[in-house]
């Protein structure tokens, strides 16, 4: 079986994939870092907040874990105007995404917490540390190095499911494609250049995050 590949022919659209693959990019990395400080919040609540606010937070990771990250978009896009909160649909996958994250985040650096031992703390406190510094240097520093392998994984998951987000009509690089697939209907090579396009994506984070963790914990 043969088959004519048209490649030649997406040229004329590069820049429109150039573009697409641009906004996932932006829309990834807002969501891992806004998803990471929601995560950081909610972890050091429900490892240390009082009973209610660990209960709220347990609601809210135990909701978006156990529910599609597609119907959350479409919560966000589509069911928020009825309360009177309109979006754009970059606005709302953005929030979507960052909310995801967060909740799997949270459980992520809440391990992380649970595991830096007692005495550790107890060391800071003695050596006459304040609450902050004990938090930041102590346990949540620790912790997010011993986790980050974790995270850096559930970041580049989202990186691959923001694709998703194509759903509510948010640009990025697979509503691209769907768009120049509509207009050329050259479908193998549209999404074989995709598939490379998140190969290489996902690539460079993975990278990216890795010289992170260098500059971070390796000191």
Do not use: W
């Not at 928020?80 to 960052?98: M, N, Y």
């Not at 060391?123 to 102590?138: D, E, I």
Request: glycine share 6%.
């Amino acid at each position: 079986m043969s088959y004519d590949f048209r490649l030649k022919s997406l040229v004329p659209f590069a820049d429109q994939f150039l573009q697409g693959a641009f906004a996932t990019i932006e829309l990834s990395a807002g969501a891992m870092t806004i998803g990471l400080a929601i995560g950081i919040v909610c972890a050091v609540l429900k490892a240390q907040g009082p009973p209610k606010i660990r209960l709220l937070v347990n609601g809210y990771v135990e909701i978006i874990r156990n529910t599609p990250l597609l119907v959350q978009c479409f919560f966000v896009f589509f069911g928020l105007p009825s309360l009177g909160i309109h979006l754009t649909a970059g606005q709302a996958a953005l929030i979507a995404l960052s909310v995801n994250l967060g909740a799997y985040a949270t459980e992520i650096i809440r391990a992380g917490v649970e595991s830096i031992h007692r005495g550790q703390i107890e060391a800071g406190v003695s050596l006459a540390l304040t609450r902050t510094q004990v938090f930041r240097h102590v346990i949540l520093f620790p912790a997010l190095k011993n986790v980050y392998p974790a995270l850096a994984s559930q970041f580049i998951l989202l990186l691959l499911g923001s694709s998703v987000v194509s759903q509510i009509s948010a640009q990025e690089l697979f509503y691209t494609a769907a768009f120049i697939d509509s207009r050329t209907f050259l479908s193998f090579e549209i999404y074989l250049v995709v598939i490379l396009t998140y190969l290489v994506l996902a690539l460079l984070f993975r990278s990216v995050l890795g010289l992170l963790y260098k500059m971070l914990f390796r000191r």
